[in-house]
């Protein structure tokens, strides 16, 4: 029996660190012949973690321009996809989330008619601006998706109300727990910790969000300051994304300050050895939000609305949104609060055990009628 081609398709940071360990399984195994395609939506970010991981992508649509739009992102993959579709014959495409290139590749999949499998299915606020343009796209990539890998049972949830079939839907758990069980080592030096004592309070911060940039953002940074200003015993490392945008803002209201560390976006392995020896973190991101709860780190979410309700359940994850006055409260009663520090220090993985990327391979291999030999 021929090898079921299965076309991994991706193009940022967060959607290769989850999708590499699905595509280090294909490789693994003969049953399935694996073709990785990437849009480069972004380049640096995204060749960080295919170097970490190796892999090495059979396409590069290399699209990442400087001020890229939606529009501009969504009809460049669109039709450089085309071409790739018709050459590569995939049996079935694979996305992952809810980026630009995640809706583009499944537009380009149901229209080339492949069947196509979503990775971190299901997620939702219910608010179409929040986040944006993430929650559209997820929501559209679930229309047009005829296999559901879901993360946990919220999803699985979200997705039987929205009416999609449930012999589609697959709770898998989400992979970036597979990832972490690869990156997270507690004797990991870390170069850039190198002036940080051991009496030095470590918060981390990352904020990208597309709804959070201009003047709320600056509001953030701005009380950050002064936060870290009335906490001596504090020190900030913020690996700011690259995004001149956000970088000359977080140059510009955090910069030239001796305890607050902006640095480059740091290797995925070095970012989840600094999240687990921060005090606390501080994040936009949707992705810590899954980490952060495996490696018992409290989070400050800075977002007015979040789908990943299962971090907050578990007790590590509290939505403050962005007002800086209820991001002040929130840093203060956690540097100073040490019983409502312990309640949120407490390692719970609500996203699973590891093994997603295997269960995840086992599905589609009985979707299609393949042998068990793997
Ligand atoms: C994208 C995703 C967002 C995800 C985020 C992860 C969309 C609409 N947004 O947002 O869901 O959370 O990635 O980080 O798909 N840049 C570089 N080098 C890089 C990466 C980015 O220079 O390696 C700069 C470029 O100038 C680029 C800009 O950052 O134009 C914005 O990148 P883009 O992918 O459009 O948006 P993100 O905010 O990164
Ligand atoms: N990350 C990283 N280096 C950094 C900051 C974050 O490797 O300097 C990782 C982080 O561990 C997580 C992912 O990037 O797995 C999150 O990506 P991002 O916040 O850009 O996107 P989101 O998850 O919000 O879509």
Redesign the pocket.
């Known amino acids: 029996m021929a090898a079921l081609k299965v076309m991994t398709i991706f193009?940022?940071?967060?959607e290769a660190i989850k999708m590499a360990p699905i595509i280090k399984a294909l490789e693994k195994d003969q049953r399935f012949e694996s073709i990785v395609v990437v849009t480069a939506?972004?380049?640096?970010?995204?060749?960080a973690v295919l170097e970490l991981f190796a892999i090495k992508p059979d396409v590069d649509l290399n699209i990442?321009?400087?001020?890229?739009?939606?529009t501009t992102?969504t009809t460049t993959v669109l039709s450089q996809l085309d071409q790739v579709i018709c050459r590569k014959k995939p049996d079935i495409i694979l996305v992952h989330?809810?980026?630009?290139?995640?809706l583009a590749a499944s537009l380009a999949a149901y229209y080339h008619q492949i069947k196509l499998g979503h990775v971190e299915a299901g997620l939702r606020t219910w608010q179409k601006y929040s986040?944006f343009?993430?929650e559209m796209?997820r929501q559209l990539v679930d229309v047009l998706a005829d296999i559901y890998f879901v993360p946990t049972k919220t999803s699985q949830q979200n997705l039987l109300q929205e009416h999609h079939t449930d012999a589609q839907i697959y709770v898998t758990g989400n992979t970036v727990i597979d990832a972490l069980k690869t990156t997270v080592d507690q004797t990991a030096t870390l170069p850039f910790l190198k002036g940080v004592t051991e009496r030095q309070r470590l918060i981390l911060l990352t904020m990208?969000?597309?709804e959070n940039q201009g003047l709320t953002m600056r509001r953030i940074f701005k009380m950050i300051r002064q936060i870290i200003d009335r906490h001596p015993d504090t020190v900030l490392i913020y690996p700011v994304?690259?995004?001149?945008a956000?970088q000359s803002m977080a140059q510009e209201e955090l910069g030239n300050h001796e305890r607050i560390q902006l640095i480059k976006?740091l290797e995925v392995d070095e970012f989840h050895n600094l999240m687990a020896r921060c005090y606390l973190i501080m994040t936009d991101?949707?992705g810590v939000q899954e980490e952060a709860p495996a490696l018992g780190v409290p989070v400050l979410v800075l977002r007015e609305t979040t789908e990943r309700p299962e971090g907050v359940a578990a007790g590590t994850l509290r939505l403050v949104g962005t007002q800086p006055v209820a991001i002040e409260q929130a840093v203060d009663e956690l540097l100073t609060n040490q019983v409502r520090y312990q309640e949120m220090a407490h390692a719970q993985n609500p996203y699973g055990d590891g093994r997603a990327a295997e269960r995840i391979l086992t599905i589609m291999a009985r979707e299609f009628g393949l042998a068990d030999i793997g």
């Open positions: 193009g940022t940071r967060p939506q972004h380049r640096q970010m995204l060749d990442m321009r400087p001020k890229q739009t939606l992102i989330g809810d980026t630009t290139t995640t986040p343009p993430e796209n990208h969000r597309r994304h690259l995004n001149p956000i976006p991101s949707g």
